[in-house]
Nanobody, 123 residues
Framework: QVQLVESGGGLVQAGGSLRLSCTAS????????MGWFRQAPGKEREFVAA??????STYYADSVRFTISRDNAKNTVYLQMNSLKPEDTAVYYC??????????????????WGKGTLVTVSS
């Protein structure tokens, strides 16, 4: 089993930045694709970004202004969010799965989820 714990969410003004972190425990995720989804109030959960097990490939939703990275030595994936907008307000969920990241945009069916961290962007 894999446990994923997110951190770094909070309240930020429009135009500001946040960096989310997600640390895995229970077993190594160095061979897993890892990434982020988000769910805004009243909306479905949507894909944001994913990164291959070795960091060699990254995948993003259209118009995303964020950067995903990972440190396998720390079992951690990051999401650097810049130029935040009120429409980025959502609960951000970390995920891990063996599927290639290019498939994540088509399905939320991942193996492991974190509990989420709330990001609120004020105007």
């Amino acid at each position: 089993q894999v446990q994923l714990v997110e951190s770094g969410g909070g309240l930020v003004q429009a135009g500001g930045s946040l960096r989310l972190s997600c640390t895995a425990s229970g077993r190594t995720v160095s061979s897993y694709t890892m990434g982020w989804f988000r769910q805004a109030p009243g909306k479905e959960r949507e894909f944001v970004a994913a990164i291959a097990w070795n960091g060699g490939s990254t995948y993003y939703a259209d118009s995303v202004r964020f950067t995903i990275s990972r440190d396998n030595a720390k079992n951690t994936v990051y999401l650097q969010m810049n130029s935040l907008k009120p429409e980025d307000t959502a609960v951000y969920y970390c995920a891990a799965d063996r599927r290639v990241g290019s498939m994540w945009r088509y399905s939320n069916d991942v193996s492991y989820w974190g509990k989420g961290t709330l990001v609120t962007v004020s105007s």
